[in-house]
């Protein structure tokens, strides 16, 4: 199948309804994998299933849009880093993955098996990856001021550089017409970190709040009866 069938299926109304069975057979046996290791309970998808929603929610307010895509948004990134910080890497993750395959049913623009995987379930998935960093710095030098530079925050730059870089090479690969004289690689970088940085800094900024993250530590507490 050419790119350009490819792209038209996707786009058709088959193409969603065939995108929507799989996603949801392939979240199906994700969450049957992680419940027999025991991952997941009742509160640990409701959870994951709010944050996914605000996630969705809060990419429709888009502070910078850019032309080629991708935009600076309100935090939407950080909801599904925070069930990985909650609920550890694999809950992360596969909230991420569950992000990415909605996305994709949401507003698709697929033009390639790999551009989908890396722009959507592996895209989403990465911001997951804020579960192994939970526990990082958890005695911080700023906690005496009553900031917590800690092992979310940690998580969230190692999260969203993860984002970027599924971005970047997706980009590079396969949008590398929109670079024109540029050098490819440096364009994709560049452009994507464009958006991936703002929205990294403004984030930071809000998680830096004192009265944000006890906030958020109030609602972590719950993470042992989840465990």
Known sequence: MSVERFSEFFMSPAGIGVTVVVCCVVLIMMAGIFYRKKEFN???????????????????????????????????????????YWFGPASG???????????????????????????????????????????????NTLASTGIKFDGLCVGYIAAALARWFMSFLSGFVFFAEYAGDQNPVIYSAVYNMSYILPEIVLTLIILLVPAFRNAVDYAARGRRAAA
């Not at 551009?115 to 990856?129: A, M, N, R, S, T």
């Open 42 to 84: 009742a509160r640990v998808l409701t959870c994951s299933a709010v944050c996914i929603a605000l996630s969705v929610l809060l990419s429709n307010v888009k502070i910078i849009h850019m032309p080629q895509g991708g935009s600076v948004t309100a935090f939407s990134m950080l909801f599904i880093v925070l069930v990985g």
């Open 93 to 139: 993750i596969l909230a991420g993955v569950a992000r990415g395959l909605l996305d994709m049913t949401i507003d698709p623009f697929i033009i390639h098996p790999m551009q989908l995987l890396l722009d959507y379930p592996l895209g989403f998935g990465v911001l997951g990856i804020s579960g192994f960093f939970r526990n990082t710095l958890r005695n």
